[in-house]
């Protein structure tokens, strides 16, 4: 089981990204899964959500409305587009099941305003 993110850059304030997440040992569209954010010097964060069988999806209130979590699944890949980021948005992002049990190496995100 492998979770790889890619994506993650270095952006101005206002910017745009699109994080990555290609899966590989199972099917992402049978879990629930989610992204996370940790800054340095604290906790991980949740920062959204697309469950397994209808897609839906979930956004903390730090990003609803500027993110969107998506998932390919003929690809086995979940994605985070990230729009008009703020500097608070800085961290390392992270994929893996809702339910902790797969989780990716994460992949930085620094905004600078």
């Known amino acids: 089981v492998q979770l790889v993110e890619s994506g993650g850059g270095l952006v101005q304030s206002g910017g745009s990204l699109r994080l990555s997440c290609a899966a590989s040992g199972f099917t992402v569209s049978r879990y629930n899964m989610s992204w996370y954010r940790q800054a340095p010097g604290k906790e991980r964060e949740l920062v959204a959500t697309?469950?397994?069988?209808?897609?839906?999806?979930k956004y903390a209130d730090s990003v609803k409305g500027r993110f969107t979590i998506s998932r390919h699944d003929s690809w086995n890949t979940v994605y985070l587009e990230m729009h008009i980021l703020k500097p608070e948005d800085t961290a390392v992002y992270y994929c893996?099941?809702?339910?902790?049990?797969?989780w990716g190496q994460g992949t930085r995100v620094t905004v600078s305003s």
């Open positions: 697309i469950t397994s069988l209808l897609g839906r999806t």
């Open positions: 893996g099941t809702a339910d902790a049990l797969y």
